[in-house]
């Protein structure tokens, strides 16, 4: 069992930043192999903003290239991902969920939601 908790998100307005925390605790059963971060608007899929990999290896999506970093305290089964996001946009407004990847199965977050107001 993998259990994932977002926190962090909130209202901001257009050009602040926020950090977001996910916190992940698993069971032995696995390793982790990689974390990531996907914000939903309303009426729109979730899509990949960026990842972290047990290797370290990280992947940003080009839209926030610069403006999002991704980090990890811990590894594999007890870590913590956080994602700070700078000079926030209103396009940047969604709930932004946390997934965890062990054994090829996907495990999801309950989501905290970012408002940049227009």
């Known amino acids: 069992q993998v259990q994932l908790l977002e926190s962090g998100g909130g209202s901001v307005p257009a050009g602040g930043s926020l950090r977001l925390s996910c916190e992940i605790s698993a069971n032995i059963g696995g390793v982790i192999t990689a974390v990531g971060w996907y914000p939903q608007a309303p009426g729109k899929q979730r899509d990949l903003v960026a990842c972290?990999?047990?290797?370290?290896?990280?992947?940003?999506y080009d839209s926030v290239k610069g403006q999002f970093t991704i980090t990890r305290d811990g590894l594999y089964n007890s870590q913590t991902v956080w994602l700070q996001m700078n000079n926030l946009k209103i396009d940047d407004t969604a709930t932004y969920y946390c997934r965890a990847t062990r054994s090829f199965t996907n495990y999801w977050g309950q989501g905290t939601k970012v408002t940049v107001p227009s």
């Open positions: 972290i990999a047990t290797d370290g290896n990280i992947k940003y």
